[in-house]
């Protein structure tokens, strides 16, 4: 049986629910401190706890017509803000994952071929599968990836949302990829018919 709410809670939501955004702003004050400390033992960084703090009362106001009067907004509250933070760890581990895969790339494929490759050919590599990005992929890719800003701040700076940040990257990401184990693959081929040519 779900937690009955407490008269505050009421008044917030029913408020919330008309529109009024003081009242938002008095959730935010009453949870900020406790919620920022739940998401920092999980994030261990207060960027990452900010930026799913920030995050979470968005989406509380914007599914307040949703939220139930009746019930305690606490769990609700913290259910937003922990599937937020999982998202975004999964989103993270998945991109490091790959920024990962284009570092090893260079290494992986010497092992392959047997042909070294030098560190001008590797920027070579990169450098051509940042071409391949759309602008907007691309200049999404730089802020986040090379320039080191978070999606908060490359969203501001950019004039869009964190969620077109979010899907640009994801975007730019399976192409560098995709671009990535092309090559892989053209390498390999060539150090197989090379190695043909010489027996």
């Known amino acids: 049986m779900a937690d009955q709410g407490t008269d505050s ?5 029913i408020r919330m629910q008309k529109g009024d955004t003081q009242a938002l702003s008095e959730v935010y004050l009453h949870y900020y401190q406790r919620l920022s400390y739940f998401i920092l033992r999980t994030a261990k960084s207060p960027a990452l706890t900010e930026d799913v703090v920030h995050d979470t009362f968005v989406k509380v ?6 939220i139930d009067p009746a019930q305690s907004l606490r769990p609700y509250i913290y259910t937003i803000a922990r599937r937020l933070l999982l998202n975004l760890l999964n989103r993270a581990g998945h991109e490091t994952a790959i920024l990962s895969e284009m570092r090893n790339f260079v290494s992986a494929s010497e092992n392959s071929t047997g042909r070294a490759l030098d560190y001008g050919e590797s920027e070579e590599l990169v450098r051509e599968a940042l071409e391949r990005l759309p602008d907007r992929c691309r200049e999404v890719f730089v802020k986040c ?3 080191g800003l978070s999606y908060k701040e490359t969203a501001a ?34 150090g197989f018919i090379t190695g ?4």
């Open 145 to 147: 990836q090379l320039e």
């Open 9 to 13: 809670e009421r008044n917030w939501i």
């Open 61 to 66: 106001w914007e599914k307040r017509i949703q």
């Open 196 to 199: 043909l040519a010489q027996v």
């Open 157 to 190: 700076q950019l004039g869009i949302s964190e969620n077109t940040v979010s899907n640009q990257m994801v975007k730019a990401l399976k192409i560098v990829r995709e671009h990535i184990r092309m090559k892989h693959g053209l390498a390999l081929l060539l």
